[in-house]
């Protein structure tokens, strides 16, 4: 019991039974998922869980959009093949912060992201700027996102020309075409965000809170997919890093 709620704590109440049995399994306690459920149950360690609504940034069709070349398979691979994006925002009392980041579709990495207080087409560019700093010469990865206006602007799809990238974009208004981007977003406002108390937290603070959140979620956090590893030692279990 005691381990449990310790491992429940030191993963910030993220952790529901699943998770929380597989961490006592590499610590060599072996205790039944069931048991580990009631235990959880019995001293209220629960996951908080809350619907968001989705952040748009569409604006008509503005420019011609891409062919939907993910239509909704997001198996890879291999790392940098298939990648995803999007925009949501965050509201707390000192203000609105947006996040841009890449989801790779091999294992949930996220390799680059942005934030910032405005939604601008810097938040996006800068984020694929620093993406392609990171990828091998011949890494040529289809980018998919829904039909947001930041991805019809020059500024976007210039840089995906001049990157040998390919584009790829949602039907309109269909969310499940972009749905593990938005799965990321889901799971990251669930472990870090609803149900806490930003008050008197600082923008400069949240943006922290933010980063420090996804450094976790590809270092430590541990995805059953993966055989309960995290997406870096995923790669590294596979000598990929």
Not at 92 to 113: E, Q, R, T
Not at 210 to 215: E, H, K, S
Request: proline letters at 4%.
């Amino acid at each position: 019991k005691v381990k449990i709620i310790k491992l429940f704590e030191e993963n910030k109440e993220r952790y529901g039974y699943r998770r929380i049995h597989s961490l006592l399994r590499k610590d060599n306690i072996i205790v039944s998922e069931k048991i580990v459920r009631q235990i959880m149950k019995d001293n209220n360690l629960v996951v908080k869980v809350r619907k968001h609504k989705k952040y748009s940034s569409y604006q008509g069709e503005i420019s011609e959009a891409a062919r939907n070349i993910i239509n909704r398979d997001f198996h890879s691979e291999k790392p940098n093949v298939k990648v995803l994006t999007d925009i949501t925002e965050f509201s707390i009392p000192a203000g609105k912060v947006y996040l841009s980041p890449i989801v790779d579709c091999f294992d949930g990495m996220i390799p680059s992201w942005t934030v910032s207080t405005n939604p601008n087409a810097d938040l996006v560019n800068s984020m694929l700027d620093d993406y392609h700093s990171k990828l091998k010469e011949d890494d040529k990865p289809i980018v998919h996102s829904d039909r947001g206006c930041h991805y019809r602007w020059p500024g976007w799809i210039n840089r995906m020309n001049k990157y040998g990238y390919t584009r790829s974009m949602s039907k309109k208004g269909c969310s499940p075409d972009n749905s593990a981007c938005e799965g990321f977003f889901g799971r990251m406002k669930n472990e870090m965000f609803y149900g806490r108390n930003f008050v008197g937290v600082t923008i400069e603070t949240f943006i922290e809170i933010i980063n420090d959140y996804i450094i976790w979620y590809n270092t430590k956090r541990i995805k059953a997919s993966l055989g309960y590893l995290s997406p870096m030692e995923y790669r590294q279990s596979l000598g990929l890093i």
